[in-house]
């Protein structure tokens, strides 16, 4: 509870700092991030679950505005087998207003009564903020308990730490191969590194595009994904 209670004050002082607006959709810089983050999760995706996903049971843990949701509801996926689950309201509340009918929305950690597992279980730049090795176990655990045999976990996250940026804790893959044991998993760098990027993404992304592919070390993020 601690570490939830730092994670709500985080995001409260960043967002009455104004650093809320990098993320704003009309952001050319958060275009770009958004453009280059769904076409790894697409990815990803077909070469886990498959292409189709309408009969998958899917919970996106620390959900924020439900964007992924939405985006897995575009790409097939039926409403009522989705679960979303945050820990800050004002986020949920905004995901339940932006989202279709169906959606379930839980307010916390993944202590809901669920009897069937799920196809996938994903997060989103959720372990970076959590400090404590502690409870980064213990979410992972709770993660891999709510995925079937078969399923998959996929997680969108830090491969470095920010310099300017106490708060987030970059995640390796050794601690994900510890936490998720399997013997198929896939593994994708991608996205230019957010102060870099911000510097060079205008209205053209060809100079982004182009360091991304030509030096991998600037990389700054990644989907993996493994399998129960």
Known sequence: MNE???????????????????????????????????????????????????????LDVGCGKGGFIRRLIEW???????????????????ASKMSPNGVHWHLGGLDFDNEVAF???????????????EDRASLANEMWKKVKPGGWIMIFDFRYNNPSNSNVKKLTKKEMMKWWPSNQSFYQSGLLAPPLSRRLVGNNYFVAEFLTLLLPFLRSHFVYMARK
């Open 4 to 58: 939830m209670s730092q994670i709500r004050d985080v995001y409260s002082v960043r967002d009455k700092n104004g650093k809320r607006k990098l993320y704003e959709w009309h952001n050319s810089c958060a275009r770009y991030q958004t453009a280059i983050k769904e076409r790894m999760l697409a990815i990803a995706l077909k070469n886990s679950i498959g292409g189709d996903i309408s009969a998958s049971r899917i």
């Open 119 to 133: 196809d996938l279980v994903s997060a989103h730049t959720v372990f970076s903020s959590i400090m404590s090795d």
């Open 76 to 94: 097939g996926a039926q409403p009522e087998n989705l679960i979303g689950t945050e820990y800050l309201e004002d986020r949920l509340c905004d």
